[in-house]
């Protein structure tokens, strides 16, 4: 009769030989795919040369470009201290934390001592003044809350 100990440990053997494939297919598929990622023309599965997508830097003009109000390379609002808050706030973080921020000028100044505390943000000095008003006036609490109630409204029957 087998021993039930031995079993076990057959098993066992067994479980730990499967895991050790499967590990090493792991490793090849993400090798291979990591080998994709570092350069795709190296592929038999690239895409046709004129497919690649060739990205190229913006050009000078178009780097601080502003349309319809909006600074294209942040999303802030055009408006007196815009560069100062871009030159500032965008050497640490993506605007996209400062806009999706609300905060009157209080709120803004107890942020940026609290970066200056913490996250090793820098003296703005007469910067700190600029950067406030500007965030204070286009990036203030909002007034709205939810939608208004429906008014007015003439109702229909649906037919079935």
């Known amino acids: 009769m087998e021993n ?3 079993k076990f ?3 066992a053997r067994a479980i730990s030989r499967m895991m ?3 590990f090493a297919m792991f490793m090849v598929v993400g090798g291979f795919l990591v080998y994709l990622m ?3 023309t190296l592929s038999a599965f690239s895409p046709e040369p004129e497919a690649l997508v060739v990205v190229t830097p913006p050009e000078e003009d178009d780097f601080d470009k502003i349309e319809n109000g909006i600074h294209l390379r942040t999303g802030f609002v055009e408006g007196e201290g815009l560069m100062t808050v871009v030159n500032n706030c965008t050497n640490c973080h993506s605007a996209k934390l400062v806009t999706q921020n609300r905060m009157n000028a ?3 100044r107890s942020t940026i001592k609290w970066m200056q505390e913490t996250q090793n943000l820098w003296d703005l000095g007469k910067n700190e003044d600029i950067i406030v008003a500007y965030l204070a006036t286009y990036y203030a609490p909002g007034e709205k809350g939810r939608r208004q109630n429906l008014e007015n409204i003439q109702w229909y029957a649906l037919e079935e």
């Open 4 to 6: 039930p100990a031995s």
């Open 9 to 11: 440990e057959q098993s």
């Open 20 to 22: 050790g494939i499967i």
């Open 38 to 40: 570092i350069d795709p």
């Open 106 to 108: 209080e709120g803004w």
